[in-house]
């Protein structure tokens, strides 16, 4: 079994969050069918969104020393559950001779098979909005987008930064499920947890709609890539 190296800490509950989704995805009946893991639980990384729309510290250069890590440390290949992180993926692969999981990747291709055809509406930091991140994957796959106003947007900010800061989570999580709702009226077929933050407080269930989480979606191709099975 291969051991999965994980670069937490982008916001500090999510490296928990993929821990506990690692195990409820991996099928085991004793502790030792359960995955190797080695975690870089690093929330010194700078703020993404800032780093690309506000002039804030670039991430790169603690993204990738975060990775050489863990590729030090043994893995074998690298999970990184931040969504906007990914802007810097081809930087950070071409950096290190570890494979680098692509969470988006996989995401889009979700959201295809749980509701074939369907618009997406997408919730996530407005770094990963603006740099398109999953505009041209889901306009690959043939999808719609619906992505929340400049209204709804700083709302869904706001949220995420109350749950990094681990205060107002209930308002946090109100707010993102109404925001989704707007995009369900809007045409959205299926939401897609595009921020791993909101994956504290959102849960498939919660909506009229399908919500694919992008942070389930990566705790399952980390299991299945363990144990080398790429289907």
């Known amino acids: 079994m291969k051991t999965c190296g994980i670069l937490g800490g982008m916001g500090v509950d999510v490296t928990g969050e993929m821990i506990r989704r690692i195990l409820d995805a991996t099928e085991a009946k004793r502790e030792q069918d359960h995955l190797p893991l080695l975690i870089n639980h690093n929330p010194r990384i700078p703020d993404r969104t800032a ?5 804030g510290e670039d991430a790169l250069p603690a ?3 975060s990775v050489a890590v863990l590729a030090r440390a043994g893995a074998d290949f690298i999970a990184i559950p931040c969504n906007t992180a990914h802007y810097y993926y081809d930087a950070i692969q071409a950096a290190t001779p570890v494979p680098v999981l692509h969470m988006l990747k996989a995401s889009v291709s979700q959201c295809a098979v749980v509701q074939p055809g369907a618009a997406v509406g997408l919730l996530a930091t407005t770094g990963t909005v603006r740099t398109g991140l999953y505009q041209g994957l889901l306009a690959d796959a043939g999808l ?4 929340p106003d400049e209204a709804d947007q700083d709302r869904v900010m706001a949220g995420i930064e109350a749950i990094k800061s681990r205060h107002g989570l ?3 999580r109100r707010d993102m499920l109404a925001v989704a709702a707007r995009l369900i009226s809007a045409g959205a077929g299926v939401i897609l947890v595009g921020c791993t933050d909101i ?3 959102v849960r498939d269930g919660d909506l009229a709609v399908p919500a694919v989480d992008a942070l389930s979606v990566l705790a399952e191709l980390i299991v299945r890539t ?6």
């Open 226 to 231: 363990a144990r080398e099975d790429p289907s």
């Open 199 to 201: 994956s504290v407080v």
């Open 63 to 65: 993204l990738t020393a």
């Open 144 to 147: 719609a987008l619906h992505v």
């Open 51 to 55: 780093a690309l729309l506000g002039g």
């Open 170 to 172: 209930k308002a946090a």
